[in-house]
T-cell receptor
Framework: DTGVSQNPRHKITKRGQNVTFRCDPISEHNRLYWYRQTLGQGPEFLTYFQNEAQLEKSRLLSDRFSAERPKGSFSTLEIQRTEQGDSAMYLC???????????FGQGTRLTVV | AQSVTQLDSHVSVSEGTPVLLRCNYSSSYSPSLFWYVQHPNKGLQLLLKYTSAATLVKGINGFEAEFKKSETSFHLTKPSAHMSDAAEYFCSTGTASKLTFGTGTRLQVTL
C-alpha cells in the first residue's frame, strides 16, 4: 500500500494520559499535514511540515500538542495531559510542495474517557 | 481569509436520480477549490479540484463541479446517484500549505 498510513487507527485513553500518533506519508511527498476532525465538523488544520521543518501551526495547537518530523519522513503527533475535548479524528495528509492536492490517511480516532 | 459554506448538512436522493451538493466560497482572489468524499471510517478522498483553469471540472466516479464566479459557488453534481455514493462530502479551499473545509454534507442514497 503506497498511501498515507496512520497508526494506531483507534486509541482510547484516560483523561490526563499522554498519547502519540504516527503518520507515514507517501514516500515521494515532502509536505506533511495534520488535521483534526470533530464529530459533525470538517477537518481543521493543525500544522504542516516541509521536510523536517514545521512551517505553520494553528492556534488550535495548544502547548499540550507537539508534532515532529525528525528525518523528514514519518511524523508523530503527541498530546500531553489529554482532555475530553481532545476526542476527535486526527488526520494526516501529504503532498508535493506547492501542489494543492493533498492525500489523506484513514485517521486515528482518539477517545478520551 | 478564504472560507467555504456548505448549504446543506444532509441530502437524500433516490438511486438513479441526480445529485446536487451546494458549496459557496468566500475569497478576495481567485481561489483553489476542492471536493473531498469521506466514507465511514475512511480517510478523505479527493473527488475533483478547481485551480483557475476550466470552470467545469470533471472528477472521479462521475462527479462534476462548476465554478461560478458571479455566484461565488462551486456546486458538486452527478447525473445519476449510486448506492455507493452514500458518504460525507466536504467542500474546501486553500493553498498548498493549508486547506479550509466546510462542515460537510451527508449524502443518503435510497432505493
Amino acid at each position: 500500500d503506497t498511501g498515507v498510513s496512520q497508526n494506531p487507527r483507534h486509541k482510547i485513553t484516560k483523561r490526563g494520559q499522554n498519547v502519540t500518533f504516527r503518520c507515514d506519508p507517501i514516500s515521494e511527498h515532502n509536505r506533511l499535514y495534520w488535521y483534526r476532525q470533530t464529530l459533525g465538523q470538517g477537518p481543521e488544520f493543525l500544522t504542516y511540515f516541509q521536510n523536517e521543518a514545521q512551517l505553520e501551526k494553528s492556534r488550535l495547537l495548544s502547548d499540550r500538542f507537539s508534532a515532529e518530523r525528525p528525518k523528514g519522513s514519518f511524523s508523530t503527533l503527541e498530546i500531553q495531559r489529554t482532555e475530553q475535548g481532545d476526542s476527535a479524528m486526527y488526520l494526516c495528509a501529504s503532498s508535493f510542495p506547492r501542489n494543492t492536492e493533498a492525500f489523506f490517511g484513514q485517521g486515528t480516532r482518539l477517545t478520551v474517557v | 481569509a478564504q472560507s467555504v459554506t456548505q448549504l446543506d448538512s444532509h441530502v437524500s436522493v433516490s438511486e438513479g436520480t441526480p445529485v446536487l451538493l451546494r458549496c459557496n466560497y468566500s475569497s478576495s482572489y481567485s481561489p483553489s477549490l476542492f471536493w473531498y468524499v469521506q466514507h465511514p471510517n475512511k480517510g478523505l478522498q479527493l473527488l475533483l479540484k478547481y485551480t483557475s483553469a476550466a470552470t467545469l471540472v470533471k472528477g472521479i466516479n462521475g462527479f462534476e463541479a462548476e465554478f461560478k464566479k458571479s455566484e461565488t459557488s462551486f456546486h458538486l453534481t452527478k447525473p445519476s446517484a449510486h448506492m455507493s455514493d452514500a458518504a460525507e462530502y466536504f467542500c474546501s479551499t486553500g493553498t498548498a500549505s493549508k486547506l479550509t473545509f466546510g462542515t460537510g454534507t451527508r449524502l443518503q442514497v435510497t432505493l
